[in-house]
């Protein structure tokens, strides 16, 4: 069986010799539906991985209390903007103190400027650096991490204390090539120590998530008296199993803290950690969806091409075919040469079509700045595809083939 596997072998490799032009131009109609549904893949793929690594920074088993700045809703036929109200400090503070749902953490924080200037010694950076208030809780909640030094403590929080957490960047432009640990630094004339350096998190859709400064809410609650503070209460859940429960309670909490009546909706948001990653990466499946529509219809043109080509190297090879017959080769021999010389082509097709939809989706991904990933289930997929293309396209020439008659067949020309 092996040795009259390996002679199909190599009859498929001598047939697609003899008619090498026709079966390079079949192999090209296949590799087109096979690249344009690897292609697609592999950038969805990198755009899931890359929003996946982008939203990994806020933090795991965790969600926020924060002010829907513009929803649309629907209202008696007709749209109306509706602005939920700011979350001020004191009903942040409120918030903090009556919300004590079990194995859980709250953080509360905001972002006092992102045009502001700092200094150390005699240069200074760019107006583009975020100052952020927050508690000791907030680098853990929002899934950071210091790369250098510490973290805040309950005493530099309760004290006021003059120092700071950086952004990564800063090691490479204002405190090159320095240890910043304890270096001083100034916003808005005030003097910092530098007591931890965040690890780099990039950028997130353009947004440079390294060229911030942590500071003391109150200390930042001082230097930036602008009217109008946003404020975002972050709460950890220790445990996964408790998130709902936990998000529910707070919702609760939240709803007593500004004193709604049970018929009215909420006027503030509740935001998961995992809540827009699992919206974005919902529309990706379309792309994905796309991508599986453009590719059978290509490929159905490109099987329709392969059953063409075997059906008239059928006709071509019926001298051959009769020959073979006459000599003894069963119907199913005859069968299984012309369908392995189908597969051969359609693998064929597959494989240039991996190979050039990687390519391509390897440059978009680049172009773009995504994160490449090999999309291993893409390939999978055009392989199982190509696979069936050559099995469905290959059907019907080899059963032609094998149904012959040797008689007619020898009298051929």
Same mark, same amino acid.
């Given at each position: 069986?092996?040795?009259?596997?390996?002679?199909?072998?190599?009859?498929?490799?001598?047939?697609?010799? +003899?008619?090498?032009?026709?079966? *390079? &131009?079949? /192999?090209?109609?296949?590799? #087109?539906?096979?690249?344009? %549904?690897?292609?697609? $893949?592999?950038?969805?793929?990198?755009?899931?991985?890359?929003?996946?690594?982008?939203?990994?920074?806020?933090?795991?088993?965790?969600?926020?209390?924060?002010?829907?700045?513009?929803?649309?809703?629907?209202?008696?036929?007709?749209?109306?903007?509706?602005?939920?109200?700011?979350?001020?400090?004191?009903?942040?503070?409120?918030?903090?103190?009556?919300?004590?749902?079990?194995?859980?953490?709250?953080?509360?924080?905001?972002?006092?400027?992102?045009?502001?200037?700092?200094?150390?010694?005699?240069?200074? +950076?760019?107006?583009?650096?975020? *100052? &952020?208030? /927050?508690?000791?809780?907030? #680098?853990?909640?929002?899934? %950071?991490?210091?790369? $250098?030094?510490?973290?805040?403590?309950?005493?530099?929080?309760?004290?006021?204390?003059?120092?700071?957490?950086?952004?990564?960047?800063?090691?490479?432009?204002?405190?090159?090539?320095?240890?910043?640990?304890?270096?001083?630094?100034?916003?808005?004339?005030?003097?910092?120590?530098?007591?931890?350096?965040?690890?780099?998190?990039?950028?997130?859709?353009?947004?440079?998530?390294?060229?911030?400064?942590?500071?003391?809410?109150?200390?930042?609650?001082?230097?930036?008296?602008?009217?109008?503070?946003?404020? +975002?209460?972050?709460?950890?859940?220790?445990?996964?199993?408790?998130?709902?429960?936990?998000?529910?309670?707070?919702?609760?909490?939240?709803?007593?803290?500004?004193?709604?009546?049970?018929?009215?909706?909420?006027?503030?948001?509740?935001?998961?950690?995992?809540?827009?990653?699992?919206?974005?990466?919902?529309?990706?499946?379309?792309?994905?969806?796309?991508?599986?529509?453009?590719?059978?219809?290509?490929?159905?043109?490109?099987?329709?091409?392969?059953?063409?080509?075997?059906?008239?190297?059928?006709?071509?090879?019926?001298?051959?075919?009769?020959?073979?017959?006459?000599?003894?080769?069963?119907?199913?021999?005859?069968?299984?040469?012309?369908?392995?010389?189908?597969?051969?082509?359609?693998?064929?097709?597959?494989?240039?079509?991996?190979?050039?939809?990687?390519?391509?989706?390897?440059?978009?991904?680049?172009?773009?700045?995504?994160?490449?990933?090999?999309?291993?289930?893409?390939?999978?997929?055009?392989?199982?595809?190509?696979?069936?293309?050559?099995?469905?396209?290959?059907?019907?020439?080899?059963?032609?083939?094998?149904?012959?008659?040797?008689?007619?067949?020898?009298?051929?020309?």
């Amino acid at each position: 069986m092996l040795k009259l596997f390996k002679e199909n072998i190599r009859i498929a490799f001598g047939s697609i010799r +003899t008619q090498l032009l026709r079966t *390079i &131009l079949t /192999v090209l109609i296949i590799a #087109i539906g096979i690249t344009a %549904l690897v292609g697609i $893949l592999t950038v969805v793929s990198a755009l899931e991985n890359t929003i996946s690594s982008d939203f990994a920074s806020m933090g795991a088993n965790t969600f926020n209390i924060n002010q829907y700045e513009n929803e649309i809703r629907n209202r008696g036929g007709q749209e109306r903007e509706i602005i939920n109200p700011i979350i001020s400090y004191p009903e942040a503070v409120a918030f903090q103190n009556k919300f004590n749902y079990p194995f859980t953490e709250t953080s509360v924080s905001f972002t006092a400027t992102s045009t502001a200037e700092v200094k150390y010694e005699a240069t200074e +950076t760019d107006p583009e650096i975020s *100052i &952020l208030g /927050v508690d000791q809780h907030f #680098i853990t909640n929002s899934g %950071l991490e210091t790369n $250098l030094g510490r973290n805040f403590t309950g005493f530099d929080i309760d004290n006021n204390s003059y120092v700071c957490v950086v952004g990564s960047d800063f090691e490479k432009g204002l405190l090159k090539d320095v240890n910043p640990i304890d270096k001083i630094i100034s916003i808005r004339g005030a003097k910092f120590k530098v007591i931890g350096v965040l690890k780099e998190k990039g950028s997130t859709f353009g947004n440079s998530q390294d060229l911030r400064v942590l500071i003391p809410i109150q200390v930042a609650r001082s230097l930036f008296t602008t009217p109008d503070i946003n404020y +975002t209460m972050s709460v950890m859940v220790a445990k996964k199993e408790l998130l709902d429960q936990a998000i529910d309670n707070a919702t609760s909490t939240m709803r007593r803290v500004r004193k709604l009546s049970p018929v009215k909706d909420n006027n503030f948001g509740v935001v998961r950690s995992d809540d827009l990653i699992n919206r974005i990466l919902g529309i990706t499946k379309y792309l994905g969806l796309a991508s599986w529509l453009i590719g059978i219809i290509t490929v159905l043109g490109s099987s329709i091409a392969l059953m063409n080509i075997m059906i008239v190297s059928v006709t071509e090879r019926t001298r051959e075919i009769g020959v073979r017959k006459a000599l003894g080769a069963k119907k199913t021999t005859i069968a299984f040469q012309f369908f392995i010389e189908t597969l051969l082509i359609g693998q064929l097709g597959g494989l240039v079509g991996i190979i050039f939809g990687i390519l391509i989706g390897f440059g978009v991904a680049t172009a773009m700045s995504f994160v490449f990933v090999i999309p291993w289930g893409a390939i999978m997929a055009a392989f199982i595809t190509s696979f069936i293309v050559a099995i469905v396209s290959g059907l019907y020439p080899a059963v032609k083939a094998a149904r012959l008659d040797p008689i007619e067949a020898l009298r051929y020309e």
